[in-house]
């Protein structure tokens, strides 16, 4: 019995050396594995730059009339591709075709006002000199005895007559000259006019200001729109990434840097960009609000600075669909 008993004792010794061999081992690989990570986090540290705060953004045009009216025919459907240039909706035409047609009327109306005056003046003219050389004869057949007093009285009266429009006439263009400003500012205020309603007329017929894809589109066939009322967002292919990186992770990173971008949406492809542009200013000194910290209760907070990363590769729309607001992990290449 005894020796059965230094037998299960023997094995129960080298089991509990092996146990502690294998905690051992166990602990340094452990340690190893501490070590590894430690070394690639200071490794990763030094020469690479990430964060979790950045998003993908681009600038949304908004598309708003500048003339109200009825809205008669719309030429675009939710997330449809438009072209710059692509008509994409038209207003009433009818009440603005009236108002050219009134402006055109107002503006040929003053401009020949001013014509006529200088053709009446023309014409005393014409009349005087006529009654100038009527009377001359008429002298020289009285004075021969050829005519009667009585017809060179009538010759001399027509000639008076004529003297008269004339002087009437040349104080109207006397007048009219020295109210030049005057006139000339009624005819350029009917021009204006006349410019602004063929203007707005144009304003009936809407067209897309650049190319991208509709969003958050709002418009029907019979709506009546005012002057600035959103239609729809037009949001362009070209988009980049803002990332929020903390303060203290700026102090080695350059505009140029290589960047590694992953997007949440295709969490197996990494995407090439690089640094475009850092803020001169803080997010929070930036915002509509900027915070102020000269109070007694002041508490330090690592402040986020918005940097531009834009794409270096050519991306495949069809194949990745990359639209503004999608979260994203850049890692920048610092060293």
Same mark, same amino acid.
């Given at each position: 019995m005894? !020796?059965?008993?230094e037998i299960k004792?023997?094995?129960l010794n080298?089991?509990d050396?092996k146990t502690?061999?294998?905690?051992?081992?166990?602990?340094?690989?452990?340690?190893?594995t501490?070590?590894?990570?430690?070394?690639?986090?200071i490794?990763?540290?030094?020469?690479?730059?990430?964060?979790?705060? +950045?998003?993908?953004?681009t600038?949304?045009?908004?598309v708003?009339?500048?003339?109200?009216?009825?809205?008669?025919?719309t030429y #675009? &459907?939710?997330?449809?591709?438009?072209k710059e240039?692509?008509?994409?909706? !038209?207003?009433d035409?009818?009440?603005?075709? #009236?108002?050219?047609?009134?402006a055109?009327?107002?503006?040929?109306?003053?401009?020949?006002?001013?014509?006529?005056?200088q053709?009446?003046?023309?014409?005393?003219n014409?009349?005087i000199e006529?009654?100038?050389?009527?009377?001359?004869?008429?002298k020289?057949?009285y004075e021969?005895?050829a005519?009667?007093?009585?017809?060179?009285?009538?010759a001399?009266?027509k000639?008076d007559?004529?003297? +008269?429009?004339?002087?009437?006439?040349n104080?109207?263009i006397?007048?009219q000259?020295?109210?030049?400003? #005057? +006139?000339?500012?009624?005819?350029k205020s009917?021009?204006?006019?006349?410019?602004?309603?063929?203007?707005?007329?144009?304003?009936t017929?809407?067209y897309?200001?650049q190319?991208?894809?509709?969003?958050?589109?709002? %418009?029907?066939?019979?709506?009546y729109?005012?002057?600035?009322?959103p239609?729809?967002?037009?949001?362009?292919?070209?988009?980049?990434?803002?990332a929020n990186f903390?303060?203290n992770q700026?102090?080695?990173m350059?505009v140029?840097?290589e960047?590694?971008?992953k997007?949440?949406?295709?969490?197996k492809? &990494?995407?090439?960009g690089?640094?475009?542009?850092?803020?001169?200013?803080?997010?929070?000194k930036?915002?509509?609000?900027p915070?102020?910290?000269a109070?007694?209760?002041?508490v330090?907070?690592?402040?986020r600075?918005?940097?531009?990363?834009?794409? &270096?590769?050519?991306?495949?729309?069809?194949?990745?669909?990359? %639209?503004?607001?999608?979260? #994203?992990?850049?890692?920048?290449?610092?060293?």
């Open positions: 005894s !020796e059965e008993k004792q023997e094995e080298e089991s050396k502690k061999a294998m905690r051992g081992i166990l602990g340094i690989i452990i340690l190893i501490v070590v590894g990570l430690g070394a690639y986090a490794y990763k540290a030094s020469f690479f730059q990430s964060t979790d705060d +950045a998003y993908v953004e600038t949304t045009v908004s708003a009339p500048k003339v109200s009216g009825q809205i008669i025919k #675009v &459907t939710d997330n449809q591709l438009v240039g692509d008509l994409v909706a !038209e207003i035409p009818a009440d603005y075709e #009236v108002r050219v047609d009134l055109d009327a107002t503006y040929k109306k003053v401009l020949l006002n001013q014509k006529n005056a053709a009446n003046l023309v014409a005393a014409s009349a006529l009654a100038r050389k009527d009377l001359e004869r008429y020289n057949l021969s005895g005519v009667s007093k009585q017809t060179l009285d009538m001399q009266a000639y007559s004529a003297q +008269a429009n004339f002087t009437s006439a104080e109207a006397l007048s000259e020295q109210e030049q400003k #005057v +006139a000339d500012t009624d005819l009917a021009k204006a006019a006349l410019d602004q309603a063929k203007l707005n007329l144009s304003y017929k809407i897309a200001p190319s991208g894809t509709v969003s958050s589109r709002r %418009v029907e066939k019979g709506m729109v005012q002057v600035g009322t239609l729809f967002v037009i949001v362009p292919e070209n988009v980049w990434v803002v903390k303060e700026l102090e080695k350059k140029g840097q960047v590694d971008i997007i949440d949406a295709y969490p492809k &990494t995407f090439k690089k640094i475009d542009s850092i803020q001169r200013a803080s997010g929070a930036s915002s509509l609000f915070p102020e910290n109070v007694g209760s002041f330090k907070i690592v402040q600075i918005p940097v531009k990363i834009v794409f &270096t590769e050519e991306i495949d729309p069809n194949e990745y669909n990359i %639209v503004p607001g999608m979260s #994203v992990v850049p890692k920048v290449r610092v060293k």
